[in-house]
């Protein structure tokens, strides 16, 4: 395409949105640049795939976190969607738009049309939901949600029950007036396939003549006239291609490679980039700092009472839930392993919940090196109760490590480095176990695997948490929303300070981490941030 008027790096989840409305009117022209493929794979499109995409290069950056010494020196694997759809093409699908006051904060830190009722009004927009009150909920939006109510596992209602027998509530819609209690998810998956933000969105603009898809595009580096960004450079087949934007370009690169293409671009820490070798344009502290992400971990049950393990273990189980989807897009390949979780508050005296928590009629204790074991579960009965943080105090941060644009950063995520984090997920420790110890489900345990019945006291508890514990991969904040150049990245219209013509539109703009699964919000986020670029192209 000639001169589009507006360039997207990036067909990820907040990218995908902006191509489907910038070029609704037909009056844009729309050129989106994406690294990886297409989406149309198989495991992309299953539900249950995610386990495979999950090590899969092929979709998958494959980005490897720095040793950190909160989880006790380990590697975090950092996987992130290398596809049309970018991580919303391998994640576990979960839709969870955060708590009201998650964006009220937002807007409190000096960003204005970004608080609760802006944000929920994008999602209303965005959503086709079949549960939850009309008046809060979206019907008629192009983004299909489903709950998997009729093939929820058995086991899942006895934990319900268990959750009621120590005082929780049942949520039956989390993304209503209130989001604490137990209930099942909303998922993105729309009969029997994932419906990712480029099957809800890109795809439907693909049809339209003013938009240009490029896959197999590594954008390397933006150009400038001055201090205004009028294109940008990339990486095709070995050859290198220079474009121009009439308008605007968008970075929509998430989390890691949005500050990384800043940073290459010479805008970000002036030593840093001068320590590379690269020119400064801009010199911003904030590129790439105040990481914050989700911290997760699962205790592990063995179970006297079947569960999926026995469904998908065995190869005449996995022969049948094969079967089962091919012909019915239907079964257990059909949806999220995480089918019912929930949002509690982890002592009283907390004014919102704290932690968010999952379970799974499922386990895998035996470790397989290399592998996220999703579709090969332990030979018995199991189950796990995951939780993760909902507003880590932790920060780390995402930086170069050379002025080569193919290198992957360096990820520094310091999780559980604050000792807030620590004690509230040492207080879910001892919350889920109180769970496991309530009738029903306490009837459907025959032991506790992980982290094991000897592990009781505070220390203990705390060392397993940091050996076991990671990244339940919702990074943001690295490209910062705020008013002032100082303290942030972009402003308020998502347009980064000191440049023209440069905006970033994805979770990396987040103020702050919202209370449950991000995919949501960087949804909401590229609904809401069209509706600026077209305001401001009027």
Known sequence: ????????????????????????????????????????????????????????????????AEPDPGLAGNVDHWPRGRVLGGSSSINAMVWVRGARADFDDWRDAGNPGWGADEMFKAFRDVECAVVGDEALRGRKGPLNLFVPDRTTHELTRKWFQSAEAIGLTINPDFNGADQEGVGQFEFTIHKGRRLSAARAFLRPAMKRPNVRIVTNAHVTGLTFEGTRVTGVT??????????????????????????????????????HLKGLGIGVRVDNAHVGRNLED????????????????????????????????????????????????????????RARPNIQLYFQAFSTVIPRPGERPILSPDPWPGFSIGWSNCRPKSRGEIMIRSADPLAA???????????????????????????????????????????GPDVTDDAAMIDDIRRRSGTVYHPVATCRMGPDPATSVVDSRLRVHGISGLRVVDCSIFPNIVTGNTNAAAIATGWRASELVLQDAS
């Not at 037909?26 to 794979?41: K, N, T």
């Open 409 to 451: 950063p360096r990820i520094t995520p310091n999780a559980l480095s604050h000792e807030d984090d620590v004690a509230e997920m040492l207080e879910a420790g001892r919350f889920v176990r109180q769970m496991a110890q309530a009738r029903p489900l306490a009837d459907c345990i025959e032991a506790e695997l992980l982290p």
């Open 234 to 271: 990339y990486s095709r087949g070995g050859r290198t291609v220079s474009v121009k934007a009439g308008r605007e370009v968008i970075l929509s690169g998430g989390s890691v490679n949005s500050p990384q293409l800043l940073q290459l671009s010479g805008i970000g820490p002036a030593d």
């Open 294 to 349: 989700h911290i997760g971990i699962n205790y592990t049950y063995r179970a006297n009472y079947p569960t999926l393990n026995q469904q998908l273990g065995p190869w005449w189980g996995k022969l049948t839930a094969g079967l089962r989807y091919l012909l019915l897009r239907d079964g257990p390949l059909s949806v999220s392993l995480n089918q019912a979780g929930g949002f509690i508050r982890t002592t009283p005296d």
């Open 1 to 64: 395409m000639d001169n589009p008027d507006f360039i997207i790096i990036g067909a990820g989840s907040s990218g995908c949105v902006m191509a489907e409305r910038l070029s609704a009117s037909g009056r844009h022209r729309v050129l989106v640049l994406e690294a990886g493929g297409d989406d149309r794979r198989f495991f992309v499109q299953m539900p249950l795939g995610y386990g495979k995409t999950f090590f899969d290069p092929k979709v998958n950056w494959m980005y490897r």
